[in-house]
């Protein structure tokens, strides 16, 4: 038995379309903590994290909006992370990707207290490759990757408490890359497996290579899954639909893999914007997929028409 801590990010401060930060709520009443319970897992809802107020920071970048707020949820995130993975199982329920800025500080903190190396699967039809300075959108849940993986940029932001190299970052179903931040990559060494790999390897082949490399080395999986990593056909509750995702199969075979290796110890779930959902639809399929990934069997789950 697991023990999840719900953690509660209603961030909306990394883009422009409001309703983000209904997340946390629409998770709850699409029954995530039920499914947890009957699948025998322990859960503690620790309510929503409330980001201490701050005073506007300036940046050299005009496109560049909210950053004051985003910093702070950054730093009230990787508290709350970094108490979480010393008790049990995070599950970060958002909220836009800047949560990931925090979430993923904060288990990089336990991770160097615990002398286990840190990987991350980033489940995203982006790579959120930007800095604040090469963004132009402004948006900084376009920024997380970057400040993960320790790129110069994020001054204003608290040090990342150990870079995650960039080897042991492993992006899954991207199909919009801007080019600033392709030139970005070109470099560095993350596994990049973008729908094209998907659609010629198929989903199980390189997902298994990735977590043979991390069980190789004892090492802490962090998964951040955005809506947008699945089709929006059946999944339009994201302000960022991007066609061509990930199908409801594929995206369950990939919760499942997850679940028997074994390797997971924490989970973001980003990007539900429920204004922008059907009657539901959206929410219930990421609780779905979350079921999936802590043991629940596809024979086991009541058909849904979606």
């Known amino acids: 038995m697991t023990h999840c801590i719900l953690i509660g990010a209603p961030v909306d401060s990394g883009q422009k379309r409001a309703g983000c930060l209904m997340g946390p709520a629409a998770y709850r009443v699409a029954g995530l903590a039920q499914t947890l319970l009957a699948l025998g897992h322990g859960v503690e809802d620790r309510g929503d994290v409330s980001p201490a107020p701050r005073d506007p920071v300036p940046h050299a970048n005009p496109a560049v909006h909210h950053l004051a707020e985003t910093i702070g949820w950054t730093e009230a995130l990787s508290e709350a992370g970094s108490d979480a993975m010393a008790n049990g199982f995070p ?42 300075e090469t963004t132009q959108s402004g948006n900084l849940h376009g920024t997380p990757v970057a400040y993960i993986a320790g790129r110069p940029g994020f001054d204003d932001f608290p040090p ?5 190299p960039p080897a042991n970052i492993c992006m ?20 990049i497996n973008d729908m094209r790999v998907l659609d010629e390897r198929g989903i199980g082949a390189p997902l298994r290579e990735f977590l043979a490399r991390v069980e190789a080395v004892n090492g802490l999986l962090h998964v951040s899954l955005d809506v947008d990593f699945l089709d929006p056909t059946i999944a339009p509750a994201v302000g960022t639909t991007v ?3 990930t199908t409801f199969r594929e995206a369950h075979l ?26 539901g639809r959206t929410a219930r399929l990421m609780v779905d997929l979350v079921g999936s990934l802590m043991g629940r069997k596809v024979f086991d789950r009541p058909t849904r028409s979606f």
């Open 243 to 245: 066609p061509g995702g």
């Open 254 to 279: 990939v919760m499942e893999l997850l679940h028997e290796s074994g390797l997971v110890t924490s989970l973001d779930l980003v990007e539900l914007n429920p204004f922008l959902d059907d009657r």
């Open 91 to 132: 599950i970060f329920m958002g909220g836009d990707h800047s949560l990931s800025l925090g979430s993923v500080a904060g288990v990089a903190r336990h991770a160097v207290r615990v002398g286990r190396p840190l990987f991350v699967l980033w489940l995203d039809a982006h790579t959120d490759f930007h800095t604040p």
């Open 172 to 191: 899954f179903g991207i199909r919009s890359v801007d080019e600033a931040e392709q030139s970005a990559l070109m470099p560095e060494e993350v596994e």
């Open 160 to 164: 990342f408490p150990a870079p995650v």
